[in-house]
C-alpha cells in the first residue's frame, strides 16, 4: 500500500549517515512532517530544518539509497490510525502490524514495503447512538463495536470536531473506511465520522482535566500491592541490571493488572520475548473477565535488531494508541520495556546529528523527554465526561546495573513509584527481586483511604510495621555479618526469624506457580496478617524469657513459607487454622515460663 | 559502466575518504585497485555527504596514496554467496577462502547484514540441548535456538568450555535432521585457531564446520564483517537448508573494541568508555540473528565468547550483551584459581529460556526445583563463607558448619567435572540432590514435599 504523498516540491537527498539522512530543496517541507524517501519509498520523519536542507531520520534500513534520490512530502506529521483492530495485535514501532508484514514478507522484515496500518477491509458489526439533530461534541461517542469479547470499542468524535449529526447511518457492518456520520460545524463546514480516525503520535490528545488518582492498579503482585502500590493514572519505573527480571515483572503486571487495556511496547528489546509473549498470553485467562488477557492486549515489539529510528517512534506509538482507549472511558495500563533503549535511540539520533552532548553521550534534552513522556500517564476526565487513566510503568536498564546513570536519575525525578531490582536478590533466585529497602512509592498517602476501605483499617499501618522491621532487620544482617547471629540477643534473633518468613513466604512470589502467580488482595493482606500474629506472639514469649529457639517451631515455620502455595486463594481458613496452631503451640510453651 | 576513481583525499585508519563522487548507494561495496601491483582491496560505503563518501577499508590501508590506487564502485551489497559447500571450508573475515580451495560459486547469494527476523515468524524456542556438563545443563540450561555468551577472562579456559560443548553436545533430536557448527574467530590468536581447529577433528566434525577467521594480526575493519558472514552463513544452512547450526564466536571483545577504533577514526560522539553510542543496536544485529522459526526444522544457536576486561562484568561489553542475550555462562577467576574446571560461577549465570524448556517432558520433574534450591543455597554458602573470614570457621553454627560443607562438596563433585567427561542430566540432578542431602531438611525450602518424598537420597 502506497503512503499518500502530497503534490508538492519533492526534496533530493545529499547526505546519508546510517538511519539519518540530509536532503536539500526541501524550503517547503514542515517539521515533523512524514516523508518517502528514495526509490524503496522507505518512510521518515523531518526532525531538523535549516535553509533549504533537512534532516530525516528513517525508519527503515537505508542500505541501498543513493544521493539524488527523491524525498516525497506526506503534508501531515506521523500519525497513527486510531480504531477497533488494534487489540489482540502486534504492530512495530510505526504501528505496522507484524502479522501483515508477515504476509508480505513471510521470514525477514523487507523495507520499503510502506505504511501499512490496521486492517481497512474487515467489516465491523457497529451499533450506532447518535441521531440526526443531536449535536456532538469532539471526544463524544457516537457509536460502538464489539471490538474483542471483552473490550467494547467506543467510535469517538476526533478531538479536533464538532457539530450537529446531519446523517447517520443504520446500524450494521462496516470498515474503518466507511462514513457513518456526517456533521455539520459552527462554521457550516461538513465533516465525515469514521471508525477510525488519524492522530499525529507526538502530539498529547487532549482531555477535559486532570483528576486526582485515588485507585491502585492492582497486580496481584504482593510486594507492588501491598508494600509499593501503583495508582491508577500513575507512574512507575523498574530499574534493573540485565538478569534481575525486568522483562519479568513487567510480564506479570501486563498479564494480571487490574486494567481494563494493555498495552505493552517491546522497545529495544529481544525477539524471543516478543514471540513468548504472542504464545503466552491468548492461553492465560483474565481472572476478571474469564476470557484470554489477549482480548485486551495491543501489542508493540520494535526488537534490538530492527531499526533504531522506529525504536524512539514506538513509545510514542504506544502512548498515544493508550490514549485513544483512555478517551473510551478505559483504564489503560502501559508497560515499556525499556525506555532505556529509546533514550539509547534518542542518543544515537542526536550523535548522528553532531549535537553536542551532555552526561554519557545523550543528549541535553532527555530529561525533558522523559518528563514528557510520563506526564502522558494521569486519571482524566475525557472530553466526552467518562473516567479515564493511563498508567505508565517503564523499565529502565541502567548500564552496569548502576543507577547513577542518567537515564535512571532522570526517570526518577518524573515517576512516583520505584521498583528497584537488585542483582543480589536474583542472584538468590529471590523474585521479584524489588528490594523493599530502595524501592518506594508516591502513592501510599492517597490510596491509604482506599486500602482502610477495602482492604482492612489496618493494611496500611501492618504494611508500614513489616516494613520497619524488614530495615531493622537490614541493620541487623550488617551486624551478623561482624560477629555472627549466635551472640545476637533473643528479640533480635526474632526478628531475623520472622523477616527470613517475609523474605521467603511472602516477598518472593512464584510466577510460575498458577495460585502464586497472581494473589487476590484479601489473601495478600491475610497472609502479611498472619505473620504479623505470629510476630506479637513470639514477642509475647520473649518478654516472658522464652528463647527464639524454642519460638521457632520447625513445622510452623515452613507451614508460613508454604502457605501461598498450600492455602488457596479462593479459600482463606488456612489461615485462621495457621493462627490457632500458632494459639495452641504458644500457649502450651509460655505456661512453662509463666511461673 | 560505473565511474573509477583515482584520487583518494584522506586516510585516516581504516577510512579513506574520496571526493566529487556520483551515484554511489549507502552501504556499496568498493574494490581499491593497487595500479602497480593490482592487488585489491575492498571495502564499503560508510557515509555519503553530498560528493565526498567515506570508505571504510577490511583490508591494510597502509600503501594507500593519494594517487595509487583505483577505487571502483561495484553496484553490489555486501553480498556472499551460499552453498552447502561452505561446509568444511575456512574463510577470512571478508569470506574469502584462506584454505587454498577454490572458491565458492552459487547462484544464491545473501546480504552479509541479513534483516531482523519477524517476531510473528519466529518458534519461542524450548528445546533442552544436553552439554554434558553438570553446572550449565542445570543451573545454566542451554537451549535450541538460544544465544547464549560465555562471559570469561584473560587467561581462563572459555576456548575448552566452548570445545567441550561443540563435542558434547548434540543438536538434532532425530537423525535424520542435520547439524553444523559455523565458527568465527574475531580477532584471536593463531594458537586459538589452531586449539580450536584441533578440536574440531577430534570430535570429527570438521566436515560440517565453516570457519571465518581473523587472526589477531590481521585488520580490524575486517573484524566488523567476520561475524556477520558467519551468521550468513548460519541462516542459510539453518532456514534455508534446515540444519541444526551452532555458532560459536569468539572473541566479542576484539569486535568491540574494533567498532570503537572505526568510531573514533570517524569522529563521532563517544558514550561510555569511548565505544560508540550505537554499540548495543550493532550488538544486537549480531545476537538477535539466533532462533527458530515457527513451522520448519532448523535453528541457529549462538555461543558468542567475550573476555570481560579487567574481568569486569559491568564494563559495557558484557553488560550491553547481558542486556540483549538470553542469558550468560560466567567464569569465575576465584573457581579457576582453585583448579575447579569448568570454572562457572553459577550465581551470575543465567539461561532465561530455561524456565520453559526444563521439566516433566524435557528434562526431568524436579528439575526446576533442584536448581533453584542449589542457587539459594550456594548463595547462602556465600554469606556464611564471608562471615567464617571473619569469625573463623568454628564458631560457625552447626547449620552454617553444614553450609561450608556442602559449599566445598558443590565445588569438588558438581562444579568440577573432566574434559573428556559428559555426565546425563539424570545425572546431574541426582548429583544435586546427594549434595543437598548434606543440607539439613529444614534449610530447603525450594523443594516440593513430593520431590522429597520421590528423590531425595534415603539414608545409607
Given at each position: 500500500m502506497?503512503?499518500?504523498?502530497?503534490?508538492?516540491e519533492?526534496?533530493?537527498?545529499?547526505?546519508?549517515?546510517?538511519p539519518?539522512?540530509?536532503?536539500?530543496?526541501?524550503?517547503?517541507?514542515?517539521?515533523?512532517e512524514?516523508?518517502?524517501v528514495?526509490e524503496?519509498r522507505l518512510?521518515?520523519?523531518?526532525?531538523v530544518l535549516?535553509?533549504?536542507?533537512g534532516t530525516?531520520?528513517?525508519y527503515?534500513e537505508?542500505?541501498?539509497?543513493?544521493?539524488?534520490?527523491?524525498i516525497?512530502?506526506?503534508?501531515?506529521?506521523?500519525s497513527?490510525?486510531?480504531?477497533?483492530?488494534?487489540?489482540?495485535?502486534?504492530?512495530?514501532?510505526?504501528?505496522?502490524p507484524?502479522?501483515?508484514?508477515?504476509?508480505?514478507?513471510p521470514?525477514?522484515?523487507p523495507?520499503?514495503?510502506g505504511?501499512?496500518?490496521?486492517?481497512?477491509k474487515?467489516?465491523?458489526?457497529?451499533?450506532?447512538t447518535?441521531?440526526?439533530?443531536?449535536?456532538l461534541?469532539?471526544?463524544?461517542?457516537?457509536g460502538t463495536?464489539?471490538?474483542?469479547?471483552v473490550i467494547?470499542?467506543?467510535l469517538l468524535?476526533?478531538?479536533?470536531?464538532?457539530g450537529?449529526?446531519i446523517?447517520?447511518?443504520?446500524d450494521?457492518?462496516?470498515?474503518?473506511e466507511d462514513?457513518?456520520?456526517?456533521?455539520?460545524?459552527?462554521k457550516?463546514?461538513?465533516h465525515e465520522?469514521?471508525m477510525a480516525?488519524?492522530?499525529p503520535?507526538?502530539?498529547?490528545?487532549p482531555n477535559?482535566?486532570?483528576?486526582?488518582?485515588?485507585?491502585?492498579?492492582i497486580?496481584?503482585?504482593?510486594?507492588?500491592?501491598i508494600?509499593?502500590p501503583i495508582?491508577?493514572?500513575?507512574t512507575?519505573?523498574?530499574p534493573?541490571?540485565?538478569?534481575?527480571?525486568k522483562?519479568?515483572?513487567q510480564?506479570?503486571?501486563a498479564k494480571?493488572?487490574?486494567?481494563?487495556?494493555?498495552?505493552?511496547?517491546?522497545?529495544?528489546?529481544?525477539?524471543?520475548?516478543m514471540?513468548?509473549?504472542?504464545?503466552?498470553?491468548?492461553?492465560?485467562?483474565?481472572p476478571?473477565?474469564?476470557?484470554?488477557?489477549?482480548?485486551?492486549?495491543?501489542?508493540i515489539?520494535?526488537t534490538?535488531?530492527?531499526?533504531?529510528?522506529a525504536?524512539?517512534?514506538?513509545?510514542?506509538?504506544?502512548v498515544?494508541i493508550?490514549?485513544?482507549y483512555?478517551?473510551?472511558?478505559?483504564?489503560?495500563?502501559?508497560m515499556a520495556d525499556?525506555?532505556?533503549?529509546?533514550a539509547?535511540?534518542?542518543?544515537?539520533?542526536s550523535?548522528?546529528?553532531?549535537?553536542?552532548?551532555?552526561?554519557?553521550g545523550?543528549?541535553?534534552?532527555?530529561?525533558?523527554?522523559?518528563?514528557?513522556?510520563?506526564?502522558?500517564a494521569?486519571?482524566?476526565?475525557?472530553?466526552?465526561?467518562d473516567?479515564?487513566?493511563?498508567?505508565?510503568?517503564?523499565?529502565v536498564?541502567?548500564?552496569g546495573?548502576?543507577?547513577?546513570e542518567p537515564?535512571?536519575e532522570?526517570?526518577k525525578r518524573?515517576v512516583n513509584v520505584?521498583?528497584?531490582?537488585d542483582?543480589?536478590?536474583?542472584?538468590?533466585?529471590?523474585?521479584?527481586?524489588?528490594?523493599w529497602?530502595?524501592s518506594?512509592?508516591?502513592?501510599?498517602?492517597?490510596?491509604?483511604?482506599?486500602?482502610?476501605?477495602?482492604?482492612?483499617?489496618?493494611?496500611?499501618?501492618?504494611r508500614?510495621?513489616?516494613l520497619?522491621?524488614?530495615?531493622e532487620?537490614?541493620?541487623?544482617?550488617?551486624?551478623v555479618m561482624?560477629?555472627?547471629?549466635?551472640?545476637?540477643?533473643d528479640d533480635?534473633r526474632?526478628v531475623l526469624e520472622i523477616?527470613?518468613?517475609i523474605?521467603?513466604?511472602?516477598?518472593?512470589?512464584?510466577a510460575y506457580n498458577?495460585?502464586d502467580t497472581?494473589?487476590?488482595?484479601e489473601k495478600?493482606?491475610?497472609m502479611?496478617?498472619?505473620?504479623?500474629?505470629l510476630y506479637?506472639?513470639?514477642?509475647?514469649?520473649?518478654k516472658?524469657?522464652?528463647p527464639t529457639?524454642?519460638l521457632?517451631n520447625?513445622?510452623?515455620?515452613?507451614?508460613?513459607?508454604?502457605?501461598?502455595y498450600?492455602?488457596?486463594?479462593d479459600?482463606?481458613?488456612?489461615i485462621d487454622?495457621?493462627?490457632d496452631?500458632?494459639?495452641?503451640?504458644?500457649?502450651?510453651l509460655f505456661k512453662?515460663y509463666e511461673? | 559502466m560505473?565511474?573509477?576513481y583515482?584520487?583518494i583525499?584522506?586516510?585516516?585508519?581504516?577510512?579513506i575518504q574520496i571526493?566529487?563522487v556520483d551515484?554511489?548507494f549507502?552501504?556499496e561495496?568498493?574494490?581499491?585497485?593497487e595500479?602497480?601491483?593490482?592487488?585489491?582491496?575492498?571495502?564499503?560505503v560508510i557515509?555519503?555527504?553530498e560528493?565526498?563518501?567515506?570508505i571504510?577499508v577490511?583490508?591494510?590501508t597502509?600503501?594507500l596514496?593519494?594517487?595509487?590506487?583505483?577505487?571502483?564502485?561495484?553496484g553490489q551489497?555486501?553480498?556472499l554467496?551460499?552453498s552447502?559447500?561452505?561446509?568444511?571450508?575456512?574463510f577470512?573475515?571478508i569470506?574469502?577462502?584462506?584454505d587454498?580451495?577454490?572458491?565458492?560459486?552459487?547462484l544464491?547469494?545473501a546480504?552479509?547484514?541479513g534483516?531482523?527476523?519477524n517476531p510473528m515468524?519466529?518458534?519461542?524456542?524450548?528445546n533442552?540441548?544436553?552439554?554434558?556438563i553438570s553446572?550449565i545443563?542445570?543451573?545454566?540450561?542451554?537451549?535450541?535456538?538460544?544465544?547464549?555468551?560465555?562471559?570469561?577472562g584473560?587467561?581462563l579456559?572459555?576456548?575448552?568450555l566452548a570445545a567441550?560443548i561443540?563435542?558434547?553436545?548434540?543438536?538434532?533430536?532425530?537423525?535424520?535432521?542435520e547439524?553444523?557448527?559455523?565458527?568465527?574467530?574475531i580477532?584471536?590468536?593463531h594458537?586459538?585457531?589452531?586449539f580450536?581447529r584441533?578440536s574440531f577433528?577430534?570430535?570429527?566434525?570438521?566436515?560440517?564446520?565453516?570457519?571465518f577467521?581473523?587472526?589477531?594480526?590481521?585488520?580490524?575493519?575486517?573484524?566488523i564483517t567476520t561475524?556477520r558472514?558467519?551468521?550468513?552463513?548460519?541462516e542459510?544452512?539453518a532456514?534455508e537448508?534446515?540444519m541444526?547450526?551452532?555458532?560459536?564466536m569468539t572473541?566479542?571483545t576484539s569486535?568491540?573494541?574494533?567498532?570503537?577504533?572505526?568510531?573514533?577514526?570517524?569522529?563521532?560522539v563517544?558514550?561510555?568508555?569511548?565505544?560508540?553510542?550505537?554499540m548495543?543496536?550493532?550488538?544486537?544485529?549480531?545476537?538477535?540473528?539466533?532462533?527458530m522459526?515457527?513451522?520448519?526444522?532448523?535453528s541457529?544457536t549462538?555461543l558468542?565468547?567475550?573476555t570481560?576486561?579487567?574481568?569486569?562484568?559491568?564494563h559495557?561489553?558484557?553488560?550491553?550483551?547481558?542486556?540483549?542475550?538470553?542469558?550468560?555462562i560466567?567464569?569465575?577467576r576465584d573457581?579457576?584459581?582453585?583448579s575447579?574446571?569448568?570454572?562457572v560461577a553459577?550465581?551470575?549465570?543465567?539461561?532465561?529460556?530455561?524456565?520453559?524448556g526444563v521439566?516433566?517432558?524435557?528434562?526431568r520433574?524436579?528439575?526446576a526445583?533442584v536448581?533453584?534450591?542449589?542457587?539459594a543455597?550456594?548463595?547462602?554458602?556465600?554469606?556464611?563463607r564471608?562471615?567464617?573470614q571473619?569469625?573463623?570457621?568454628?564458631?560457625l553454627?552447626?547449620t552454617d558448619?553444614?553450609?561450608?560443607?556442602?559449599?566445598?562438596?558443590?565445588?569438588?563433585?558438581f562444579l568440577?567435572q573432566?574434559?573428556?567427561?559428559s555426565?546425563?542430566?539424570?545425572?546431574?540432578?541426582d548429583?544435586?540432590?546427594k549434595?543437598?542431602a548434606?543440607?539439613?531438611?529444614t534449610e530447603?525450602?525450594?523443594?516440593?514435599p513430593?520431590n522429597i518424598?520421590?528423590?531425595f537420597?534415603?539414608?545409607?
Open positions: 502506497a503512503v499518500k504523498e502530497e503534490n508538492k519533492k526534496g533530493i537527498i545529499s547526505a546519508i549517515n546510517g539519518v539522512i540530509k536532503g536539500k530543496n526541501m524550503t517547503t517541507f514542515k517539521m515533523r512524514m516523508v518517502t528514495g524503496q518512510i521518515g520523519e523531518v526532525i535549516e535553509g533549504d536542507v530525516i531520520q528513517v527503515e537505508t542500505e541501498g539509497l543513493k544521493t539524488g534520490e527523491e516525497t512530502p506526506t503534508g501531515r506529521p506521523l497513527l490510525k486510531l480504531g477497533p483492530g488494534m487489540l489482540k495485535n502486534m504492530f512495530d514501532g510505526i504501528q505496522r507484524l502479522e501483515k508484514i508477515q504476509e508480505i514478507s521470514i525477514f522484515i523495507e520499503g514495503i505504511l501499512l496500518s490496521i486492517d481497512d474487515k467489516l465491523w458489526p457497529a451499533v450506532m447518535v441521531k440526526p439533530g443531536d449535536l461534541l469532539a471526544g463524544s461517542i457516537f463495536v464489539e471490538e474483542t469479547q467494547q470499542n467506543r468524535v476526533p478531538p479536533n470536531v464538532s450537529t449529526v446523517d447517520v447511518v443504520p450494521g457492518s462496516y470498515t474503518i462514513v457513518l456520520v456526517t456533521i455539520r460545524d459552527a457550516n463546514e461538513l465520522l469514521k480516525h488519524e492522530w503520535v507526538r502530539t498529547p490528545r477535559a482535566y486532570r483528576r486526582e488518582t485515588l485507585v491502585p492498579l497486580t496481584g503482585q504482593r510486594v507492588i500491592d508494600f509499593f495508582a491508577k493514572g500513575g512507575a519505573a523498574i534493573g541490571g540485565f538478569g534481575t527480571g522483562t519479568m515483572t510480564h506479570q503486571l494480571w493488572s487490574d486494567a481494563d487495556i494493555i498495552v505493552y511496547i517491546g522497545c529495544g528489546e529481544r525477539g524471543n520475548e514471540t513468548e509473549v504472542i504464545e503466552d498470553f491468548p492461553k492465560l485467562i483474565d476478571r473477565s474469564g476470557k484470554s488477557i489477549m482480548e485486551r492486549t495491543v501489542l515489539a520494535n534490538s535488531n530492527m531499526p533504531v529510528a525504536r524512539e517512534a514506538s513509545i510514542y506509538t504506544g498515544t493508550a490514549e485513544y483512555r478517551d473510551m472511558g478505559y483504564a489503560v495500563a502501559m525499556s525506555t532505556s533503549r529509546w539509547e535511540a534518542l542518543r544515537e539520533i550523535g548522528r546529528l553532531e549535537e553536542m552532548p551532555a552526561e554519557e545523550y543528549p541535553a534534552y532527555l530529561p525533558s523527554r522523559i518528563a514528557e513522556f510520563y506526564e502522558r494521569g486519571s482524566i476526565e475525557t472530553l466526552g465526561g473516567d479515564g487513566s493511563i498508567t505508565i510503568i517503564g523499565a536498564s541502567p548500564a546495573g548502576d543507577f547513577s537515564v535512571t532522570n526517570t518524573f520505584f521498583l528497584a531490582l542483582k543480589s536478590l536474583a542472584y538468590a533466585r529471590h523474585y521479584p527481586a524489588i528490594n529497602l530502595e518506594y512509592s508516591g502513592y501510599i498517602k492517597i490510596l491509604s483511604d482506599w486500602y482502610e476501605d477495602n482492604v482492612a483499617e489496618d493494611c496500611i499501618s501492618l508500614n510495621k513489616m520497619e522491621l524488614m530495615y532487620e537490614n541493620k541487623l544482617q550488617e551486624m561482624l560477629v555472627g547471629e549466635d551472640v545476637l540477643p533480635q526474632w523477616a527470613k518468613i523474605k521467603v513466604g511472602y516477598l518472593q512470589q512464584n498458577k495460585d497472581y494473589v487476590p488482595l495478600q493482606y491475610a502479611l496478617k498472619a505473620i504479623e500474629y506479637d506472639r513470639g514477642r509475647e514469649g520473649l516472658l524469657g522464652v529457639s524454642r521457632k520447625i513445622d510452623i515455620f515452613s507451614q508460613f513459607i508454604k502457605m501461598k498450600t492455602i488457596p486463594n479459600d482463606l481458613s488456612g487454622k495457621l493462627k496452631e500458632i494459639d495452641q503451640y504458644f500457649d502450651v512453662k511461673n | 560505473k565511474k573509477e583515482l584520487q583525499d584522506k586516510v585516516v585508519g581504516p577510512l571526493s566529487d551515484d554511489v549507502y552501504g561495496v568498493v574494490d581499491i585497485v595500479i602497480s601491483t593490482g592487488n585489491i582491496k575492498k571495502g564499503k557515509k555519503i555527504e560528493k565526498n563518501v567515506i571504510q577490511f583490508q591494510n597502509a600503501d596514496a593519494a594517487g595509487n590506487s583505483i577505487i571502483k564502485f561495484t551489497a555486501f553480498n554467496p551460499m552447502l559447500d561452505l561446509q568444511g571450508r575456512i577470512n573475515g569470506g574469502e577462502p584462506i587454498n580451495g577454490s572458491d565458492i560459486f552459487s544464491v547469494e546480504n552479509i547484514n534483516r531482523p527476523i515468524s519466529r518458534e519461542y524456542p524450548r533442552f540441548i544436553q552439554t554434558g553446572s545443563d542445570t543451573l545454566a540450561t542451554l537451549i535450541r535456538g538460544q544465544k547464549l555468551p560465555i562471559f570469561s584473560n587467561g579456559p572459555h576456548n575448552e567441550q561443540v563435542r558434547q553436545a548434540r543438536l538434532g533430536d532425530n537423525v535424520d535432521e547439524f553444523g557448527v559455523v565458527f568465527a574467530a580477532g584471536v590468536k594458537d586459538d585457531e589452531k580450536f584441533k577433528d577430534e570430535a570429527n566434525v570438521m566436515d560440517r564446520v565453516v570457519m577467521v581473523n587472526y589477531a594480526d590481521d585488520p580490524i575493519a575486517e573484524r561475524p558472514c558467519a551468521l550468513t552463513a548460519a542459510y544452512l532456514f537448508k534446515h541444526h547450526i551452532l555458532v560459536v572473541d566479542i569486535y568491540c573494541e574494533a567498532l570503537r577504533e572505526i568510531s573514533s577514526a570517524r569522529e563521532e563517544p558514550s561510555r568508555k569511548g565505544y560508540p553510542g550505537y548495543y543496536s550493532d550488538l544486537a544485529s549480531l545476537y538477535e540473528r539466533a532462533g522459526l515457527k513451522d520448519q526444522v532448523g541457529i549462538f558468542p565468547i567475550l570481560m576486561p579487567n574481568d569486569d562484568i559491568t559495557p561489553i558484557p553488560d550491553l550483551t547481558g542486556y540483549i542475550t538470553e542469558g550468560q560466567v567464569l569465575g573457581l579457576f584459581q582453585r575447579i574446571y569448568p570454572p553459577i550465581l551470575p549465570s543465567l539461561s532465561r529460556l530455561m524456565k520453559d521439566g516433566e517432558g524435557f528434562t520433574g524436579d528439575h526445583e536448581a533453584n534450591q542449589l542457587f543455597s550456594y548463595s547462602k554458602v556465600q554469606e556464611v564471608d562471615l567464617s571473619i569469625i573463623g570457621e568454628e564458631d553454627s552447626s558448619k553444614k553450609y561450608m560443607a556442602f559449599g566445598r562438596a558443590f565445588e569438588a563433585k568440577n573432566g574434559f573428556d567427561e555426565r546425563n542430566i539424570i545425572q546431574s540432578l548429583l544435586g540432590w549434595l543437598l548434606l543440607l539439613p531438611l530447603l525450602d525450594r523443594l516440593s513430593e518424598d520421590k528423590y537420597p534415603k539414608e545409607a
